[in-house]
C-alpha cells in the first residue's frame, strides 16, 4: 500500500475528496475509485491512521459525513465473493470496529444520526467506548 508522507493512504484522498452524491443516486468517480481499493485488498489500508489527525480512512468517513462511502464499504465486505463464510466478514468487520474505534465519536459530534445508526445496525463500534472527551454521548 502507498502512503504519503503524513501516512495518508489512496483511500484516505479518496474519501476526503469525495462530493455529495448526486439527487440521481448515480455513483460518482470517488465512490468507482473506493470500490477499485476495496477489491484489491484495500481493506489493509482501512487500519492506517494518518498522521496529520490520526484517523483511519472509516474515521475520516464518519467525521465528514460520507455515508455513501460507508455504504459502500459495508457492502462490499459483506458481498466479497471471496468470502468463504461469514467469518471472512466478521474478521473484515472486527478491522474496522478495533482500528476505528472514534468512528462513533466522530459522527455524534458532528450530528451524523443517518452514519450513527449504521454503525450501530452493523455493530461496527464499541458503545462503551471513551476516549479523551468521553464516551460518544458526551460528544453528541
Same mark, same amino acid.
Given at each position: 500500500?502507498? =502512503?504519503?508522507? *503524513?501516512?495518508? =493512504?489512496?483511500?484516505?484522498? =479518496?474519501?476526503?475528496?469525495?462530493?455529495?452524491?448526486?439527487? *440521481?443516486?448515480?455513483?460518482?468517480?470517488?465512490?468507482?475509485?473506493?470500490?477499485?481499493?476495496?477489491?484489491?485488498?484495500?481493506?489493509?489500508?482501512?487500519?492506517?491512521?494518518? !498522521?496529520? +489527525?490520526?484517523? !483511519?480512512?472509516?474515521?475520516?468517513?464518519?467525521?465528514?459525513?460520507?455515508?455513501?462511502?460507508?455504504?459502500?464499504?459495508?457492502?462490499?465486505?459483506?458481498?466479497?465473493?471471496? *468470502?468463504?463464510?461469514? *467469518?471472512?466478514?466478521?474478521?473484515?468487520?472486527?478491522?474496522?470496529?478495533?482500528?476505528?474505534?472514534?468512528?462513533?465519536?466522530?459522527?455524534?459530534?458532528?450530528?451524523? &444520526?443517518?452514519?450513527?445508526?449504521?454503525?450501530?445496525?452493523?455493530?461496527?463500534? &464499541?458503545?462503551?467506548?471513551?476516549?479523551?472527551?468521553? =464516551?460518544?454521548? +458526551?460528544?453528541?
Amino acid at each position: 500500500d502507498t =502512503t504519503l508522507s *503524513n501516512n495518508e =493512504t489512496p483511500m484516505h484522498l =479518496t474519501i476526503q475528496y469525495s462530493q455529495s452524491p448526486l439527487a *440521481n443516486n448515480s455513483i460518482n468517480q470517488y465512490e468507482k475509485i473506493l470500490v477499485l481499493l476495496l477489491n484489491y485488498n484495500g481493506y489493509l489500508s482501512l487500519e492506517i491512521a494518518n !498522521t496529520s +489527525h490520526r484517523q !483511519t480512512p472509516f474515521e475520516l468517513a464518519c467525521e465528514l459525513g460520507k455515508i455513501k462511502m460507508i455504504e459502500i464499504i459495508i457492502n462490499i465486505i459483506l458481498n466479497d465473493k471471496n *468470502n468463504h463464510d461469514i *467469518n471472512s466478514s466478521i474478521n473484515k468487520f472486527n478491522l474496522i470496529r478495533n482500528s476505528s474505534k472514534n468512528s462513533l465519536h466522530l459522527a455524534a459530534k458532528n450530528a451524523h &444520526d443517518d452514519i450513527i445508526r449504521l454503525l450501530l445496525v452493523y455493530n461496527l463500534v &464499541d458503545l462503551n467506548y471513551t476516549n479523551e472527551d468521553g =464516551t460518544a454521548l +458526551h460528544e453528541g
